[in-house]
């Protein structure tokens, strides 16, 4: 059996600058330090900092009065920002730039008084944190079929933003019939799809056209992961999303010879040295790197005085 690794796969620089913003907080002030849902989408990255004092919640009401507090890669509401505020919670802020990007277009658009579209998965935090920038009218749209369906107050004045881990290939047929049905819609200057989503996707459609099956490394709740797992399955291969190595079954590589094997964006590359010495263990004999596109990307993280 021959393995292929996917590049680029794993962490991107919202991941990376996220997780370290948490371990600067966790020396800064003693733990626990709260985090307003998962910092990011992984139960390893999770559990490597809940063993160093980090405590994760899904409500504002489970963090103490005072306590240090951050908010997820996801990013969150006005409304969250607010109550935290109130709450006199000391608030840190580890949304991705490129999700806090999204923020100030939502706003802007707000601003201008146009109904906004959302498109992404609804009750997704991301798309949560996004559509709470606004006061006015939102409409989270996850098919092309909804588009049908949309009451606007004025056609001339709607925009749209898209979650940032969206498929590349969903979001061109979508975006394909908002514009026919509302050829004015105001667009974003470049796509709100991320650069690590689009590379990785591109990688594993790359990857699926020459291996038989594909495994991609992240949690069950990872967007950005689930769609590498779509993107491949819809080249014709099977394709499994894993937590972690122990999750792959011996039945799935009967009759297989090539094996691909990628991560999501908030998979830590750990977790694929586990799934490649797995396959070793039963039966790869060649391991290889596919070329890929090299990211330079990374982002600032801040001092955290609080
Ligand atoms: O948005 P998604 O569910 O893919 O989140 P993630 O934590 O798996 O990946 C990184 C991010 C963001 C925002
Ligand atoms: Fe930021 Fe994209 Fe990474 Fe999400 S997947 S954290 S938007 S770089």
Redesign the pocket.
């Known amino acids: 059996m021959n393995v292929l690794l996917a590049r680029p796969r794993g962490f ?4 990376n600058r996220a997780i370290a913003i948490v371990h600067r907080a966790l020396e800064r002030y003693a733990p626990p330090v709260y985090v307003l849902h998962e910092i990011v989408h992984n139960t390893h990255v999770l559990a490597a900092l809940r063993r160093r004092g980090a405590v994760f919640v899904e409500e504002l009401e489970d963090i103490p009065r005072g306590a240090v507090s951050i908010f997820s ?1 996801h990013g969150v509401s006005r409304t969250v920002e607010d109550q935290a505020r109130a709450m006199g919670l000391r608030t840190i802020d580890a949304t ?1 730039p ?2 806090s990007k999204v923020h100030r277009r939502v706003v802007h658009l707000n601003e201008l008084g146009y109904d906004i579209l959302v498109i992404g998965h609804k009750g997704h935090p991301e798309v949560e944190g996004t559509c709470g920038q606004a006061t006015g009218r939102v409409h989270v749209i996850s098919t092309p079929a909804e588009v049908a369906d949309l009451r606007v107050a004025d056609p001339a004045k709607v925009g749209y933003v898209t979650q ?2 969206l498929s590349v290939d969903d979001t061109a047929e979508m975006l394909a019939a908002l514009r026919r049905r509302f050829p004015l819609i105001s667009e974003p200057d470049r796509t709100d799809i ?1 650069y ?2 689009s590379n990785r996707q591109a990688a594993v459609r790359l990857l699926a056209d020459r291996v038989e099956l594909v495994l991609i490394v992240g949690s069950k709740n990872s967007s ?1 992961s689930n769609r590498l797992r779509e993107v491949a399955a819809l080249r014709g291969v099977s394709a499994h999303l894993i937590d972690h190595a122990g999750e792959i079954e011996s039945h799935w590589f009967s009759g297989i010879q090539r094996v691909g094997v990628s991560a999501g ?1 908030s998979a830590p590359e750990h977790l694929v040295v586990e799934v490649v010495d797995w396959l070793r263990q039963h039966g790869a004999d060649t391991v290889e790197e596919m070329d890929g596109k090299e990211e330079h990307i990374n982002f600032f993280v801040p001092d955290l005085e609080l």
């Open positions: 991107c620089a919202g991941v890669a991705c490129l999700v940032t881990t991320c690590a989503t950005n964006a």
